[in-house]
């Protein structure tokens, strides 16, 4: 899976674990649905129903895997459970780039295990997998810390990375700046990042929390093409208190 750089790619994040939701999220028209299994109470049995809704919502929409961090063992669990990526958060060098993407692929390009799951049809298609998978499974490391952005130009210069996400609470947070955006040091931060990519030909991706269209329309002129737009359970409680205060006329 290769987005075009030149092309918006636009997705949300699940925090709920809803398959209901994820049906209908995927269902919206949106180009790719992040499952949050660092900050929210999914486990790995609930994520194989997650993944089979986000396929019933639309086939065309990537059901992709925020990982709890770059262990081995979780990565290559998500993907046999049929994610069509991952975006794994904490990575601050090339040394855990290497090993994310090495997890991920199968040999020779990496060390990722082989074996009956869901991702082959459960071994009907496992010749198949191994031969397209290295090239289709989409991998995003997070660049949510102020080291990351120092060790920025080694980390994405690690073959195999399609993407690159700047995490905004978690990079100003570990500047002493928590969610001053506007601050330069945190601006300047957000410019290293994006000319990084483009030096690297990774994809540059941001998540915009708030369910704000011209938020998103506005990273988007800045240079990011990959865009999250806010999260399941953000999008539910701002529509419902906005919906409560019209009628309550406050």
Not at 64 to 74: H, N, Q
Not at 90 to 109: E, G, M
Not at 128 to 155: G, P, S, W
Request: proline residues 7%; glycine residues 10%.
């Amino acid at each position: 899976m290769q987005p075009n750089n030149s092309e918006l790619f636009l997705g949300s994040w699940l925090n709920s674990g809803s398959p209901i939701v994820a049906e209908l999220m995927a269902a919206s028209g949106l180009d790719f649905v992040t499952i949050d299994m660092e900050h929210s109470p999914v486990g790995i049995a609930e994520l194989a129903e997650l993944l089979r809704a986000i396929r019933s919502g639309n086939p065309k929409c990537k059901a992709l895997v925020r990982t709890p961090g770059p262990a081995y063992e979780d990565l290559k669990r998500y993907l046999d459970a049929g994610a069509d990526g991952v975006i794994v958060p904490l990575v601050n060098a090339a040394a855990t780039a290497r090993d994310v993407v090495a997890a991920v692929k199968y040999p020779p390009q990496g060390n990722r295990g082989v074996g009956f799951a869901r991702d082959n049809g459960y071994g009907t298609r496992l010749l198949d997998r191994l031969q397209e998978a290295n090239e289709q499974t989409f991998v995003c490391v997070q660049i949510e810390h102020i080291e990351a952005i120092q060790n920025l130009d080694e980390i994405l210069a690690v073959p195999g990375l399609n993407a690159a996400f700047l995490g905004p609470y978690d990079l100003s947070a570990s500047m002493g700046l928590p969610g001053e955006f506007e601050h330069p040091r945190y601006q300047e931060a957000c410019q290293t990042f994006l000319a990084g990519c483009q030096r690297q030909g990774v994809l540059p991706g941001i998540h915009v929390v708030p369910p704000d269209p011209n938020a998103v329309i506005e990273r988007q002129q800045e240079g990011y093409r990959m865009i999250a737009y806010s999260l399941d359970i953000t999008l539910l409680t701002t529509a419902l208190s906005q919906g409560l205060r019209a009628i309550r006329g406050q």
